[in-house]
């Protein structure tokens, strides 16, 4: 019998499994094989890490487990929940190949997907030399012509986050009108220039990003694109388990990873507190993963509910069918 359920095995459920078998925590951790970051060749900023591929750092986890055997990893998804919240209450979690458990706790760590800008030729860059974050991807590509595309206040925070590391930094619009005068003012300080045109295709050969093609023909030169994409949360079984959501779709935690249900946490790029900008780092994730964790396991030593004020107490019985997202 398992303590806890721990839905996704990216760095947030990672870490959060390793921290609560290390105090012999039962914990069944469920993953579907779909990780944010597979396209990507290498990861950055995580100490340690750096520069290791996305499959490298998940087998290298998992392979740490292993060591523990209050932690079972199980590939699959969670196919039907059913909460049971009584006195002693526990919830019961069938898997999609027919498995059934009786949990006391659960920390969904599902993440998000990305859903990127319609461009002829972006989606194949995607992880390579197309980009999102200029703190995991930039120093990679300092000193290089670079182009970010989209026209809204991500967009100019990356550019002047990218010109620090490049002085050939464009600003693509893609036929959106340009910025408001405090933006633009912002943008020509940093030696920034900014195009307005309407983008045909992205430019590229075997070694990845060559410009940014217009529609009147011309070519902005670009070894990398940064882009804000938009991110579709996995967020189903959270909302099958009731938990609330964000206007972004991300589940609504506390400081502590607890959600507006009893016994339910979120973790990683899924969860977000409202009082805390959102940073979609590796890093970050994990250590949201163990902090969660930490919450968990003083739960199940006090007693003492440490998810949100919100939190139901009333419900009996619900059954939930879903799958890991």
């Known amino acids: 019998m398992s303590d806890v359920l721990v839905v996704g095995a990216g760095p947030a459920g990672l870490s959060a499994a390793l921290t609560l078998g290390r105090v012999r925590r039962q914990v069944l951790l469920v993953d ?17 890490r750096e520069g290791a591929s996305p499959s490298e750092f998940l087998e290298t986890a998992r392979r740490e ?85 989209g026209a809204d206040a991500r967009t100019v925070a990356q550019a002047l986050h990218l010109a620090a590391l490049s002085s050939e930094t464009v600003v693509c619009t893609n036929g959106s009108p340009p910025f408001d005068d405090e933006a633009m003012s912002r943008l020509d300080a940093a030696g920034i220039g900014v195009r ?24 902005a030169e670009a070894v990398a694109a940064f882009v804000g994409p938009s991110a579709r949360p996995k967020n189903s079984l959270a909302r099958l388990l009731g938990c609330a959501l964000l206007d972004d779709g991300t589940v609504h935690v506390n400081q502590l990873g607890g959600t507006t249900v009893a016994g339910v946490f979120a973790a ?58």
């Open 196 to 219: 307005t045109e309407g983008i045909r295709t992205l430019r590229a050969n075997e070694q990845g990003l060559q410009g940014i093609e217009f529609e009147d023909g011309t070519v």
């Open 65 to 149: 487990l292993a060591r523990y055997d209050s932690v079972e990893v199980v590939d699959g998804n969670v196919a039907d929940i059913a909460e049971e919240e009584e006195e002693g209450r526990r919830f019961d979690v069938a898997l999609d190949s027919g498995r059934r458990e009786s949990l006391t706790k659960i920390l969904l760590a599902c993440g998000i997907e990305d859903e990127l800008p319609v461009i002829d030729g972006l989606a194949p860059l995607w992880g390579t030399s197309v980009l999102h974050c200029p703190y995991c991807h930039g120093w990679e590509h300092r000193d290089r012509p670079l182009a970010v595309i």
């Open 32 to 48: 579907d094989g779909s990780p944010r970051n597979r396209p990507s060749p290498a990861l950055h900023n995580f100490l340690t």
């Open 268 to 325: 990683g790029d899924l969860a977000r507190n409202p009082d805390v900008p959102f940073r979609g780092q590796m890093i970050l994730a994990a250590a949201s993963g163990v902090l969660a964790a930490m919450a968990i396991e003083e739960e199940l030593l006090t007693g003492v509910t440490l998810t949100s004020s919100e939190s139901t107490s009333s419900r009996t019985w619900r059954r939930r069918r879903g799958r890991n997202g």
